[in-house]
Nanobody
Framework: QVQVVVSGGGLVQAGGSLRLSCTASGSIFGINAMGWFRQAPGKQRTLVAGFTTAGSTNYADSVKGRFTISRDNARTTVYLQMNSLKPEDTAVYYC?????????WGQGTQVTVSS
């Protein structure tokens, strides 16, 4: 089993910054992709940023240039640095850790950006 634990999030004014952290632990040998999705009220969960199996990064167009995903050397913790936040970034953010066999999700963390 893999446990995915998220920290960070909260309330910030537009233009501000927040940093999310996500750590995978347990049977992590097969984990080959980690990153972040988000889900706003009434909308589908969509990819925000993530590391692919090849180690490259993907970003949603809406966050390019504002958000940066990074990870530690052990590749068990990923971070999402969110700058120049906008009200439309308000959502519940979910960290994922995927292997060939399973998809693991962390608990959601609320990010609220006030205008």
């Amino acid at each position: 089993q893999v446990q995915v634990v998220v920290s960070g999030g909260g309330l910030v004014q537009a233009g501000g910054s927040l940093r999310l952290s996500c750590t995978a632990s347990g049977s992590i040998f097969g984990i080959n992709a980690m990153g972040w999705f988000r889900q706003a009220p009434g909308k589908q969960r969509t990819l925000v940023a993530g590391f692919t199996t090849a180690g490259s990064t993907n970003y949603a167009d809406s966050v390019k240039g504002r958000f940066t995903i990074s990870r530690d050397n052990a590749r068990t913790t990923v971070y999402l640095q969110m700058n120049s936040l906008k009200p439309e970034d308000t959502a519940v953010y979910y960290c994922y850790a995927f292997s060939r066999e399973n998809n693991y999700w962390g608990q959601g963390t609320q990010v609220t950006v006030s205008s």
